[in-house]
């Protein structure tokens, strides 16, 4: 892929997602871009919004409410003529400079429900004054104190095809001054006390505060970009090591010992991401500490839910528990043998049938 799309922006949008992410620097924020598509497929961003009504915010999650957002694009559209872009959002100090496994499930999810292929994402990181990721982190990443020499870079995402992810290069093209948008906000209805919340500005001018990033292309991948072949698909290979060779090492007569996680962020793009990208569910994530990390997967209608904790043995992650819950009932997982521990691909789809079962 070669196209290259520019992803215009007034300054006063800019500024407005800076203070938002500086104001919530242990948990993910985030709100809407709204504007217009131009010949060319670019996209040109009016306004972007805070958070606001029915909004659940985590530390690596965020859920904005539908019905803001339906209100929202329903009044943008019958007052200015503008149209939904897509999102905004910050991975604040986790280290995690892409969208992750969740954002592209969205993205894909909100293609099919409203078939709109083009999407345009902005993500936000903290970053030191120089630009660099941080080098001295906690053992919890996100926990992290706000920092005197901090600035937010804010990097454009574009998917020319929402539905298979596919993803064009980005570069970010600066309007100076205020969005006409922006200052004329005010005219649109909205449910009493939302308005305030989601349209307040920037307290003062932040351009010293954030560095705008660029991105680069990705290929489609997800279950639209295997329509042309979809009967058989190859069984993913574990993550690292097979479990002959753990049931090969000293001391694999027990469980494995817990042992601090050194880096959560990296440990959940390589050993988690993948099993989520390839079923194709989203997950909540609940840090349990600075060993373990609980993966929350929801059945239908939320009737049962699928727990699967995550642990590090200081060489490589396992299984340290699993089950799934319905109402007042549990089915756990029981390996038979240490070495089921590190067969996380199959931990986890264990964990999904049980989940369809309920």
Not at 88 to 96: A, C, Q
Not at 203 to 220: N, V
Not at 283 to 290: I, N
């Amino acid at each position: 892929m070669t196209d290259h799309y520019r992803i215009r922006i007034y300054e006063s949008e800019l500024e407005t997602i800076c203070a938002e992410t500086f104001e919530h620097q242990d948990i993910e924020t985030g709100g809407s871009l709204y504007g217009l598509f131009s010949h060319g497929g670019s996209a040109t961003v009016f306004l972007a919004t805070r958070p606001a009504g029915q909004v659940v915010r985590g530390e690596t999650a965020l859920e904005l409410d539908p019905e803001v957002a339906r209100v929202m694009e329903s009044g943008m559209w019958a007052t200015f003529g503008l149209q939904s872009l897509g999102m905004w959002h910050s991975h604040h100090w986790i280290d995690l400079f892409q969208p992750s496994a969740g954002d592209l499930n969205r993205v894909r999810g909100l293609a099919a429900k409203a078939q709109r292929l083009r999407h345009v994402e902005i993500l936000a990181n903290f970053v030191r004054g120089d630009g660099a990721a941080p080098q001295q982190r906690s053992r919890l990443p996100w926990r992290r104190e706000p920092s005197g020499d901090a600035v937010v870079r804010l990097t454009p995402f574009f998917y020319p095809d929402a539905a298979t992810s596919e993803r064009a290069e980005a570069s970010f093209v600066t309007i100076p001054g205020e969005s006409p948008v922006r200052k004329e906000a005010a005219r649109l209805r909205l449910p009493a006390g939302i308005g305030a919340d989601l349209l307040r500005e920037a307290d003062s001018p932040a351009r010293s505060r954030y560095q705008l990033g660029t991105s680069t292309a990705r290929p489609a991948s997800g279950p639209a970009a295997e329509r042309e072949d979809p009967p058989v698909r190859p069984a993913p290979e574990e993550p690292r090591t097979p479990a002959a060779d753990v049931a090969a090492r000293p001391g694999a007569a027990g469980d494995p010992r817990l042992e601090p996680i050194p880096d959560p962020a990296a440990f959940l793009e390589e050993y988690l991401n993948p099993l989520l990208v390839r079923s194709g569910h989203v997950a909540e994530l609940h840090p349990m500490g600075d060993a373990l990390i609980r993966v929350v997967v929801r059945g239908h209608r939320h009737r049962a839910n699928f727990l699967y904790t995550l642990g590090w043995d200081g060489r490589y992650p396992f299984v340290w528990a699993a089950c799934v819950q319905a109402g007042r009932r549990s089915v756990e997982w029981s390996p038979r043998g240490p070495e089921e521990r590190y067969l996380l691909q199959g931990v986890f789809l264990w964990g999904l049938q049980e989940l369809q079962g309920q």
